[in-house]
C-alpha cells in the first residue's frame, strides 16, 4: 500500500505526495514551504517524512517552494542538471542529485523512475513511484503522449494525469493566438479528449484511482471532464485534483480499493 495527495495542481503550483508508512517523496514544489507545511498537516501529514524532492521542469509552478524547503528541511533535491540551470535557483550542491532518463532512484522503500516528456522546457521528465507492490504515476505538463507516457501509464495503480483544457472553451475563450498555439501545440498540454483516450485505451486492469490533474481554470471545468471520464470510468474512481487546494488523502493498494481515502495513523 502506498499514499498519496495532491497538495496542489494547476499553474499556481503544482506539488503531489506519495508515500509509504515510514517515508515518502514529493514530486515538484511548487506552492511555498509554509503553505506545503500547512496543507501537509491538514492531512496528519509531517514533513520530516519527505526524504527527496523530484523536479519535473524548472517553470515556477513547479519550483516556487523548491529552495526554501530544501533549507529547511535539508533533503535531497533530484533534478537534472539543465533543468537545475535553467531555474536559476541557489541551492547548496550537498543536497542536488542528478538523475537520468529510466534510471531508478531508491529512497528506503520508494522506487522512482524518471522518464523524458514532451514538454517547452529545457530537460522535462514524468515520474512513476513504486512500493509495496503499487505504482502511481504523474503525468502533467504534457504536449503529447509519447509511447514512453504510454508505457508507463499502463503500469499504474494511480495516476495523476494531466486534463488541462477542453478544446472548445479553450478556442473560443479570450487566450491571445499564440497562447492557444503554445497550449496545443504539441509542447505545451494534454486536452480532456487526449487523456481521456490514453485512459481508454493503456490503463491497466487494477488501475484503481485517477486523479484529474493540472486543470487550466480558463479553459476547463471540473465538472465537464469529470462527467466525460466517468462515463468510460466503471470502478476506477475518478477525482479533480484542485488547483484551490490539497486533495484527499488516498491509499492504493495493489488491488482495487474501496473508494474511501484513508488517513494513516502513522504520521
Avoid at 524518471?114 to 507492490?133: L, M, Q, R, T, Y
Amino acid at each position: 500500500m502506498l499514499f498519496t495527495c495532491s497538495l496542489n495542481s494547476g499553474s499556481n503550483g503544482n506539488c503531489y505526495y506519495i508515500g509509504n508508512h515510514s517515508e515518502a517523496v514529493l514530486i515538484d514544489a511548487g506552492l511555498s514551504c509554509r503553505e506545503t507545511e500547512k496543507r501537509m498537516h491538514s492531512k496528519n501529514l509531517h514533513p520530516g517524512t519527505i526524504k527527496a524532492i523530484f523536479i519535473s521542469h524548472e517553470h515556477t509552478d513547479h519550483i516556487k517552494g523548491l529552495q526554501s524547503f530544501v533549507m529547511k528541511y535539508r533533503i535531497p533535491v533530484y533534478i537534472t542538471p539543465a533543468t537545475l540551470k535553467n531555474s536559476r535557483l541557489s541551492i547548496n550542491c550537498d543536497f542536488i542529485f542528478p538523475f537520468s532518463d529510466a534510471a531508478e532512484i531508491n529512497i528506503g522503500g520508494l522506487q522512482i523512475i524518471p522518464f523524458k516528456k514532451i514538454h517547452d522546457a529545457e530537460d522535462p521528465h514524468s515520474f512513476v513511484v513504486k512500493g509495496n507492490g503499487v505504482t502511481i504515476g504523474v503525468f502533467t505538463d504534457l504536449g503529447v503522449v509519447c509511447g514512453k507516457t504510454k508505457k508507463y501509464f499502463s503500469e499504474c495503480n494511480a495516476v495523476y494525469l494531466e486534463s488541462n483544457y477542453d478544446e472548445d472553451l479553450l478556442q473560443n475563450g479570450k487566450y491571445p493566438h499564440y497562447l492557444k498555439q503554445r497550449i496545443k501545440g504539441g509542447k505545451g498540454h494534454l486536452s480532456n479528449t487526449q487523456a481521456l483516450e490514453l485512459f481508454r485505451n493503456f490503463r491497466r486492469k487494477n488501475l484503481s484511482h485517477i486523479f484529474l490533474s493540472h486543470l487550466s481554470r480558463e479553459n476547463n471545468c471540473p465538472e465537464t471532464v469529470l462527467n466525460l471520464f466517468k462515463k468510460y470510468s466503471g470502478r476506477v474512481h475518478v477525482s479533480v485534483a484542485s488547483r484551490e487546494g490539497c486533495s484527499d488523502l488516498f491509499s492504493i493498494s495493489p488491488a482495487k480499493t474501496s473508494l474511501n481515502y484513508f488517513q494513516p495513523s502513522l504520521f
